[in-house]
């Protein structure tokens, strides 16, 4: 059996749904529905908790213990290191981290990419990787702390990055209809991609930006990106600009 916690939200109904799919058994618990936490942990041979990232390190020390050393504990949180600690602190079977790169609502899995962080033990490894690459998922092995570090970045800075955009354009006095009308084709993906950002729980943000401490490390360096470029639009250096731009396109364009 397969429980999985927080299995009515977002990610864990996806789970829960690709688990019933592939033919397993499904409990899940959460907001005033299904079984407890606890009666989740005792009845399952594999455990997936899939709440807050906030919120996950204290359900994990809470339920890991009702776990035998037979089972399976592992995470969908999208930040690691704290919620890998917990689950091998506090559980005595294997544990796995999960984090898919994606959102709940894709409908096929290929040329999508399925994060991995081995805990403790291989079956539980051989067995994910297996089923998910198997559905046409990448499989990225990380550690917990490498996953953290690129996430501040894939994560952190990008979301940064949009909402920023999405306050200038807010205290510009444009109006947005307006906007539209005068926008880009590229302009318009970028009004296109704050919109289904601003569509998602703000906590899911909150937590990218504020529980990874890589996320704040990378937002630094790049306000300091960010003032460099404006130093040298504001002095107009375009020697200055012209070596910038020829770097970044060595590097992107390699």
Request: charged share 25%; aromatic share 8%.
């Amino acid at each position: 059996k397969i429980g999985v916690i927080g299995g009515t939200g977002r990610m864990g109904r996806w789970l829960a749904d690709f688990m019933e799919t592939e033919g397993y058994s499904v409990l899940t618990s959460g907001l005033n529905s299904g079984w407890s936490a606890e009666e989740l942990a005792m009845r399952a041979d594999v455990l997936v908790v899939s709440v807050p990232v906030s919120e996950t390190a204290g359900v994990v020390e809470k339920v890991a213990p009702f776990l035998g050393e037979e089972s399976l504990i592992m995470d969908l949180a999208s930040v690691k290191k704290r919620s890998m600690e917990a689950m091998m602190t506090h559980s005595r079977g294997e544990v796995l981290g999960l984090h898919p790169l994606f959102g709940p609502h894709e409908a096929v899995f290929e040329d999508l990419t399925l994060a991995v962080c081995p805990g403790r033990g291989e079956q539980g490894l051989n067995w994910i990787t297996s089923l998910f690459s198997g559905r046409g998922l990448r499989i990225i092995v990380l550690s917990p702390e490498e996953h953290d570090f690129i996430m501040g970045l894939v994560q952190g800075v990008n979301h940064f990055s949009t909402l920023a955009l999405s306050l200038c354009i807010l205290e510009s006095g444009i109006d947005i209809r307006g906007l539209e009308k005068s926008s880009t084709v590229t302009f318009q993906e970028r009004l296109e991609r704050i919109r289904r950002l601003l569509g998602q729980p703000a906590d899911l943000f909150q937590a990218l930006l504020m529980e990874n401490p890589e996320a704040g490390r990378f937002i630094e360096h790049y306000r300091e990106s960010v003032f460099r470029l404006s130093r040298l639009v504001e002095e107009t250096d375009e020697e200055e600009f012209r070596r910038l731009f020829g770097s970044l396109r060595r590097f992107f364009l390699k």
